[in-house]
């Protein structure tokens, strides 16, 4: 992505703790420092502790400020003036959209035909204009968008200032739970993922890091297992409950960061998704997206032994619940199964 000329733009071969601290002190009392709830998933098979980083409680429902309101910050006063532009499916459409209002910029969002329209209503109350396209096209109709307004694109995932942000999750992990043994994190295009991994490679440099994808929207894993960044077809990944990660591929820097840095991919099926999804509402009282729900389905996979090479270390488990943006209607169904 390419700045005004009068921008620094840190470079894009690498992301460091120090960034992530500085990133840290942007969000300070913007970003909710949120809790590890331990979940009442004992098991005969475990003596594991499992507690869930509820990213659900965030003011826009997920992760995504972080990033975003990172970004934003990050920017010269005269260059944010000017507005800012982004494409999501949804969370991170309403992380740029809130921080935007923060700031008092405009926000044009473009989001794809097939997102929740939860996801859009909630991105325009923060008063973001929205734009819709399908979504193999809304890279290009947001970069036209930007180039028209003389605003600012705002990266979903492949940027330093965007990994700094997300990578806050890690750095409140760690501060939380500094014995953690593991780390489940799910991932669409890696930002949360790459963040979080330089967190943790630095503060807890015990705990094993776990990428999460669903087995129909597996892009990451397989290009984690060939080191080769690979893209999935749209048509492939949208076939996935969890709308959070349809993204065709890593970005690449965040695959950089990521095959250095995390230790191994879980892929998870479809019903794992929804019925993990349910349990959060009836077992631990706490509204997720299917996207959040990933990871505990993972834990379950890994609880009863060797996932593709991975075991689970003796100790406490963090899963990372990314977000609490779902369809009443599609809640309603998971819930009458």
């Keep these: 992505m390419a700045l005004p000329s009068n921008d620094t733009v840190p470079s894009n071969d690498t992301v460091t703790l120090d960034d992530l601290d500085a990133a840290a002190k942007r969000l300070a009392g913007v970003a909710v420092v949120t809790p590890l709830i331990r979940l009442p998933y004992d098991t005969p098979q475990s003596d594991h502790n499992v507690y869930a980083k509820a990213e659900s409680f965030q003011k826009t429902g997920s992760f995504k400020l972080r990033g975003a309101y990172n970004f934003l910050a990050a920017l010269s006063a ?3 003036q000017r507005g800012v532009v982004a494409h999501s499916s949804g969370n991170h459409a309403q992380g740029v ?6 700031f008092g910029v405009p926000a044009t969002i473009v989001i794809p035909d097939n997102a929740p329209p939860v996801k859009v209503h909630r991105t325009e109350a923060w008063g973001a204009a929205v ?3 399908a979504a193999r096209d809304r890279v290009d109709v947001a970069e036209q968008i930007a180039t028209e ?17 997300q990578g806050t999750v890690g750095l409140e992990i760690a501060a939380d739970l500094p014995n953690v043994a593991n780390v489940l994190v799910c991932t669409g295009g890696g930002g949360l993922l790459a963040g979080i991994a330089t967190a943790l490679r630095e503060r807890c440099p015990q705990a094993q890091i776990i990428g999460v994808e669903p087995e129909l929207a597996a892009d990451a894993a397989e290009s984690f297992r060939s080191g080769q960044l690979t893209a999935w077809d749209p048509s492939d990944t949208n076939r996935t409950v969890a709308d959070g ?3 065709p591929s890593l970005g690449q820097l965040n695959f950089d960061i990521i095959r250095r840095k995390v230790d191994g991919f879980v892929t998870v099926p479809e019903e794992a998704i929804r019925d993990m999804t349910r349990w959060y509402v009836l077992e631990a009282r706490i509204v997720v997206e299917p996207t959040g729900a990933m990871t505990l389905a993972a834990y379950r996979q890994l609880l009863h032994g060797e996932v593709d090479g991975l075991t689970l270390q003796p100790g406490p488990t963090v899963v990372l619940v990314s977000g609490g943006n779902v369809e009443t209607e599609r809640l309603l169904e998971l819930l009458s199964v």
């Design 245 to 247: 990660v349809r993204t």
């Design 131 to 133: 734009v819709r396209c």
């Design 97 to 102: 959209a809130c921080a935007a209002h923060m």
């Design 149 to 165: 307004q003389n605003a600012t694109l705002v990266p979903p995932f492949d940027h330093p200032w965007i990994i700094a942000g």
């Design 78 to 80: 005269d260059v944010r």
